[in-house]
């Protein structure tokens, strides 16, 4: 089975630059996480789906954000314009629906922004 | 609000030694509490979970043990190996429909041979 796929693995940019972050979900799976990891402020929820829709958008850090889930089997994550404190690895994950289910991760995005 | 609170932040241990983190969460409705292991580097792996209705989980050398009075859970490694060494993070289930989780801030766990 195919996990949880995320492009680019590295993405190194100048600030200012926009930066698209892509995942494809597990088939068959309805909810969709992005998640920010640092060193400072750990694993970080940004935003996250369910069926397509998004639910919950108040950790996305500021405008400079935007996610979209066009369709069930592809999301996006963008940073327009990126600035230097935007570095850190960036993961997608999704799981099933209903409650309590476990969520699987990609590999991730490490994003450094010059 | 929602919290997890995880400690201790970093472990060392002997290796054969065992080693136990300790998570407290805030949301009583909370009902499924998975375990993850990041290795430097990689993905978070789920490696063991529980929920609600079951009080300890074991799969060979980790368990789970949760007591919903308290709202406590921990994980537990016997017979620690190097290979062992990791970030591990717990999770809370947020109460809803959805499969939001809440993430502790993370163990790092140093297993010295």
């Known amino acids: 089975d195919a996990g949880v796929i995320q492009s680019p693995r590295h993405e190194v940019t100048e600030m200012g630059q926009e930066v698209t972050l892509r995942c494809k979900p597990i088939s068959g799976h309805n909810s969709l996480f992005w998640y920010r990891q640092t060193m400072m402020r750990g694993l970080e929820l940004l935003i996250y789906?369910?069926?397509?829709?998004?639910?919950?958008d108040s950790g996305m850090p500021e405008d400079r954000f935007s996610a979209k889930m066009p369709n069930a089997s592809f999301s996006t994550l963008k940073i327009q314009p990126s600035e230097p404190r935007d570095s850190a690895v960036y993961f997608c994950a999704s799981s099933s629906t209903g409650g309590g289910q476990p969520q699987h991760f990609g590999d991730g995005t490490r994003l450094s922004i010059l | 609000g929602e919290n997890v609170e995880q400690h201790p932040s970093t472990l060392s241990v002997q290796e054969g030694d065992s080693a136990v983190i300790k998570c407290t969460y805030s949301d009583s409705a909370s009902n499924y509490f998975p375990w993850y292991k990041q290795e430097l580097g990689k993905r978070p792996q789920l490696i063991i979970d529980i929920r609600s209705n079951v009080g300890e989980k074991k799969d060979q050398r980790i368990a789970v043990t949760l007591n919903k009075t308290a709202k406590h859970f921990s994980l537990h490694i016997t017979e620690t190996q190097p290979e062992d060494s990791a970030v591990y993070f717990c999770?809370?289930?947020?109460?809803?429909?959805?499969?939001?989780?809440?993430f502790g801030t993370g163990t790092l766990l140093a297993v010295q041979p």
């Open positions: 789906f369910n069926n397509n829709v998004p639910i919950d």
């Open positions: 999770a809370a289930s947020f109460s809803g429909p959805t499969n939001k989780l809440i």
